[in-house]
């Protein structure tokens, strides 16, 4: 990929506390973005102790098969409620930094 170039990898936040990558999946599914659409996903959890449900830290990172499909994500995704009652402003997405 050329430094110009649009990034493939994006940085979801806004993510509830509650959910897990199985909903996200089939949330980004429903959108169009299926498995056939992103290569790797990682939703940080926070340590919890035994027997307690484990919470996300509120955010993951996303990395699509094409810059195409990384695009088409982050227009399709902005404000998304992700299991809310309602649109939020606080859903961002944003291309991953480069090192």
Same mark, same amino acid.
């Given at each position: @990929?050329?430094?110009?170039?649009?990034?493939?990898?994006?940085? &979801?936040?806004?993510?509830?506390?509650?959910?897990?990558?199985?909903? &996200?999946?089939? @949330?980004?599914?429903? &959108?169009?973005?299926?498995?056939?659409?992103?290569?790797? @996903?990682?939703?940080?959890?926070?340590?919890?102790?035994?027997?307690?449900?484990?919470?996300?830290?509120?955010?993951?990172?996303?990395?699509?098969?094409?810059?195409?499909?990384?695009?088409?994500?982050?227009?399709?995704?902005?404000?998304?409620?992700?299991?809310?009652?309602?649109?939020?402003?606080?859903?961002?997405?944003?291309?991953?930094?480069?090192?």
């Amino acid at each position: @990929m050329e430094a110009d170039s649009p990034p493939t990898t994006l940085m &979801l936040h806004g993510v509830p506390g509650s959910r897990t990558v199985p909903e &996200l999946r089939a @949330m980004f599914a429903g &959108l169009g973005f299926g498995a056939d659409c992103i290569d790797f @996903m990682k939703l940080p959890q926070h340590p919890q102790p035994r027997g307690q449900k484990r919470l996300n830290k509120g955010y993951c990172s996303l990395s699509f098969t094409s810059i195409d499909r990384a695009e088409g994500f982050a227009t399709a995704i902005q404000h998304h409620p992700l299991g809310r009652d309602a649109e939020v402003p606080r859903v961002l997405v944003a291309g991953a930094s480069t090192v």
